[in-house]
């Protein structure tokens, strides 16, 4: 009786730890509506496989509405998420409020050396890697060859604004809808805003000074609003100034535009031939600069982080492991062909030969290169970020300044009204938030 | 001579009255139009999208990629949870402000009107930090609390509006042939308001429907209603414009069904009373 009592408890444990041992770690995981994500859910198979202990539930959101969302629940310790897609933006603003678990406890098979040097030192907070690179991305120029070679130049891989201005000349026929040059124009610190503050740069303009003095009267930046305006009256589309990512990738798709200075990751868009009717007539070269030593391009990644709140964290950080791995890098490879695999977080995807022979490979990886976030601009700033500045009130700054900026595409204010008011407005919001004494 | 004139006159009137019913009505055209069209197709001129060729696609593949019948059933208990449960509140409040109007009532009345003119965003900490504290996030019975107290300023103001309209006279009867509160709320007030509290009704359930700022932020997955299942599908970088259009013509066809059949009852409530 006594045995029979001692084996029956003894199962009773066996069984009660053997359930435990299966039992399910559910992590929701936030992120935004972009072909690399949607195609990691497709993939989930892979990570089912190796973890059969962890299911994923995902929150997909459009990226304004996922930030709002996430920085909600991440600033109140709401526990909605166990992993974020978070920009570079984010990452080290909120790596500095502790909000983030430090990832620097990731299995050596991870490989963390193997990260881009660019984004990865944008992702790291006082020596912590607060958050992991899903996928990168600069800013270059695409442009058509065709309509290049008919105007009878060559663009070199390096171009200067200059000669992007005697490109867009040559190439726009205004009678055909075929326009020079198609650049961002709609209102937005992560749209307008994100070309314009990364074109200055290579103009020697700059947001702030040492003392966080807003710098948009001086001459830099006249000169970089003068230029754009005078660009995009001459050879750009009309209505240009609600045109985003999108309008413009719808208009380059359809053949209206000589060139796009616009995110690497359009890319793999404008040669997809299913949706590009110039999906063979396209080139790239690295964004133009003015012989300042800055090129106008950006910087930006998508991360994985995760929030502090999370009671999930050794699952959440197995699942960004998986997500961020060279191993997931190969999977995308094999299952959808190397010129869908995540671009710009590894150098070993770069050095991989097969990778080598994607068109837009060596130009998005040359970009990401050029760009240095913690040294944006040709003069010292006391800011890290090349087409943002990384400080909390920069999403609301940026907007602002970028509806006066839009305002002056539209034709309905001058550049020099646009500027003064950006500047008295941006300098007034600084000296609110304590930043000018 | 007059009939001619007249004649010509209703036809002017109701041309113009399709051309701006046309015209209010082709965004949601345009967008069940790109929901059968490619991805590439979505993006070409106006004609090019007319003269190409018709897709399930986008249909398929959102129906693969997400849960539309979870989100379409929390749609439906947050609309109709949150309306029936505001009008158990606004009907005796309306009956008390329209018929035993105290000093303030207009006052009161302005004051619950007024905090609709608060923007949202500026309680969504206070209020998130509350749904944490009771858990409630990500829950449908504290969504449909939220709905209903953002929706009854409006539905008391209607409510309150018909009632105003309707003869005190006649309650005063039933009282003198001993109907008590209850039964003059029930048996008198509510079937001469009918058409009011059905358009009252109606109107709530599509503002509930359409509610896109709380019930984004306040859930995640299990509580997320079609809202969420069009948020989805919005992208700044990449153009997924069949696909959005078709999860958008999803969310919103039962609503539109639904006000199609509806269309008589709302009128005529919402124009109940402006002819006496």
Redesign the interface.
């Known amino acids: 009786m006594n045995m029979t009592y001692r084996a029956m408890l003894g199962a009773t444990v066996a069984l009660t730890l053997a359930g435990a041992a299966l039992a399910e770690t559910t992590i ?1 995981v ?1 992120t ?4 690399d994500m ?1 195609r990691m ?1 497709g993939l989930m198979d892979d990570f089912y496989a190796k973890h059969p202990d962890i299911k994923v ?1 995902w ?7 996922l930030r ?2 996430v920085t ?2 991440i ?7 166990d992993v974020m897609t978070i920009g570079t933006y984010e990452a080290p603003i909120w790596g500095k409020q502790g909000w983030l678990v430090s990832l620097n406890d990731l299995p050596a098979d991870y490989d963390v050396d193997d990260l881009l040097p660019a984004i990865r030192g944008g992702l790291t907070v006082d020596g912590n890697l607060v958050a992991a690179p899903f996928y990168g991305e600069s800013s270059m120029v695409m442009y058509r060859t065709d309509l290049m070679e008919k105007a009878g130049l060559t663009m070199p891989e390096a171009p200067t604004w200059a000669f992007i201005k005697d490109a867009a000349a040559a190439m726009t026929d205004k009678d055909a809808e075929i326009y020079g040059i198609c650049l961002r124009g709609k209102a937005g610190w ?1 749209e307008n805003m994100a070309f314009l503050t990364a074109m200055s740069n290579s103009f020697g303009a700059k947001w702030f000074d040492a003392d966080w003095k807003p710098q948009f009267d001086q001459q830099p930046w006249k000169d970089t609003l003068n230029f754009y305006l005078d660009l995009m009256n001459n050879y750009g589309p009309p209505g240009a100034s609600s045109n ?3 309008e413009n ?2 208009l380059f ?2 053949g209206k535009c000589g060139m796009w200075i616009d ?1 690497t ?2 890319a793999s ?1 404008v040669t997809n031939a ?2 590009s009717t110039v999906a063979d007539k396209v080139g790239f070269a690295l964004a133009p600069d003015n012989g300042l030593g800055k090129r106008g391009n950006w910087l930006w990644a998508w991360n994985l982080g995760i929030p502090a709140g999370s009671q999930k964290i050794d699952a959440a950080k197995t699942f960004v492991a998986w997500a961020t791995s060279k191993e997931y890098l190969a999977l995308v490879a094999e299952k959808e062909g190397w010129a869908n695999v995540p671009p710009g977080t590894r150098s070993s995807l770069y050095a991989n030969p097969e990778y080598q022979k994607v068109p837009f490979a060596k130009m998005t990886l040359d970009s990401i290169n050029a760009a240095d976030p913690t040294h944006p601009t040709v003069d010292e700033v006391p800011y890290v970020g090349v087409q943002f500045v990384a400080i909390p009130e920069f999403q609301g700054l940026g907007t602002m300044v970028g509806q006066l900026f839009s305002a002056a595409l539209a034709g309905s204010s001058s550049a020099d009204d646009a500027l003064a008011q950006a500047q008295a407005a941006v300098t007034q919001e600084m000296t609110r938030a304590g930043y000018i004494k | 001579m007059a009939r001619k004139s007249s004649a010509g006159k209703t036809a002017a009137v109701t041309i113009a009255a399709w051309t701006i019913g046309f015209l209010i009505f082709f965004p949601i055209l345009w967008i069940i139009i790109l929901s059968f069209k490619t991805e590439g197709d979505a993006i070409k001129s106006p004609l090019a999208v007319l003269t190409s060729g018709w897709t399930l696609h986008s249909y398929a593949e959102v129906q693969e990629r997400s849960n539309y019948a979870l989100h379409f059933w929390n749609s439906v208990v947050l609309s109709l949870g949150s309306t029936v449960l505001a009008l158990v509140i606004a009907i005796p409040a309306a009956w008390a402000m329209a018929f035993v109007p105290g000093k303030r009532t207009k006052d009161l009345l302005m004051w619950m009107l007024s905090t609709k003119m608060m923007p949202a965003v500026g309680v969504l900490v206070p209020m998130y930090l509350l749904f944490r504290d009771l858990g409630l996030l990500d829950s449908r019975a504290g969504l449909t609390v939220v709905l209903t107290l953002i929706n009854l300023p409006i539905v008391v103001w209607m409510l309150y509006t018909y009632f105003k309209e309707i003869p005190g006279e006649i309650l005063e009867a039933a009282r003198m042939d001993g109907a008590n509160l209850r039964s003059e709320i029930l048996y008198i007030l509510t079937p001469m308001a009918v058409p009011g509290i059905a358009s009252t009704l109606l109107l709530n359930i599509i503002l509930a429907w359409n509610e896109a700022f709380w019930t984004l932020q306040l859930t995640t997955k299990a509580a997320a209603p079609l809202t969420q299942f069009i948020a989805s599908y919005s992208s700044p970088e990449g153009l997924f414009y069949a696909k959005l259009s078709a999860a958008s013509t999803m969310a919103i066809a039962p609503i539109l069904i639904l006000g199609w059949f509806s269309q008589k009852q709302l009128v005529r409530g919402l124009t109940f009373g402006a002819v006496k």
């Open positions: 929701t936030a935004v509506n972009n072909g949607i859910q539930d929150v997909t959101l459009e990226e304004n509405v709002q969302k909600t629940d600033a109140t310790k709401g526990g909605q998420f992560g985003g990512f999108n990738l719808a798709q359809q995110a990751v359009a868009f299913k949706e």
